[in-house]
């Protein structure tokens, strides 16, 4: 039993590191939120500095846990940082247009819309970063 769930993880290694990572993430980005609403922080604040030091984490992780790409430069390793960043900034682009398009001009439930907008930039964020950022 052990080794087919073994064999299962490795035949999807990437694909579960990402979603193991995104569920970190996502957990990094609401306590530092929380955290700096705590202190009192403005929310456009706080949601910004989690914004960025969930950045810095899952660029982190991806690189090392799930794309593997530590060998490289610092050249390299700064180049692929600026590119995940750009990356996270098309795709946080992209989910406000999709909010704003579903919620304000379709009238969707904002649960609903927030819930599909983060369907498709996960899928965006994967892919992006598979193509672009952590290139072997």
């Given at each position: 039993?052990?080794?087919?769930?073994?064999?299962?993880?490795?035949?999807?290694?990437?694909?579960?590191?990402?979603?193991?990572?995104?569920?970190?993430?996502?957990?990094?980005?609401?306590?530092?939120?929380?955290?700096?609403?705590?202190?009192?922080?403005?929310?456009?604040?706080?949601?910004?500095a989690?914004?960025?030091?969930?950045?810095?984490?899952?660029?982190?992780?991806?690189k090392?846990?799930?794309?593997?790409?530590?060998?490289?430069?610092?050249?390299e390793?700064?180049k692929e940082?600026?590119?995940?960043?750009?990356?996270?900034?098309?795709?946080?682009?992209?989910?406000?247009?999709?909010?704003?398009?579903?919620?304000?001009?379709?009238?969707?439930?904002?649960?609903?819309?927030?819930?599909?907008?983060?369907v498709?930039?996960i899928?965006l964020?994967?892919?992006?970063?598979?193509?672009?950022?952590?290139?072997?």
């Amino acid at each position: 039993m052990l080794k087919k769930l073994w064999a299962l993880y490795k035949e999807y290694e990437e694909i579960i590191n990402y979603v193991i990572t995104g569920a970190f993430g996502t957990v990094v980005n609401v306590g530092t939120f929380t955290l700096a609403r705590a202190l009192n922080f403005d929310i456009t604040i706080s949601n910004v500095a989690a914004w960025v030091i969930t950045i810095i984490f899952v660029y982190i992780s991806s690189k090392f846990f799930v794309f593997k790409t530590a060998n490289k430069t610092k050249r390299e390793s700064t180049k692929e940082f600026i590119t995940f960043v750009l990356a996270r900034l098309a795709t946080l682009g992209i989910e406000i247009l999709l909010l704003n398009l579903t919620i304000e001009a379709m009238h969707m439930n904002e649960l609903v819309a927030k819930t599909a907008a983060q369907v498709v930039v996960i899928i965006l964020n994967y892919i992006l970063s598979k193509l672009f950022v952590f290139t072997k």
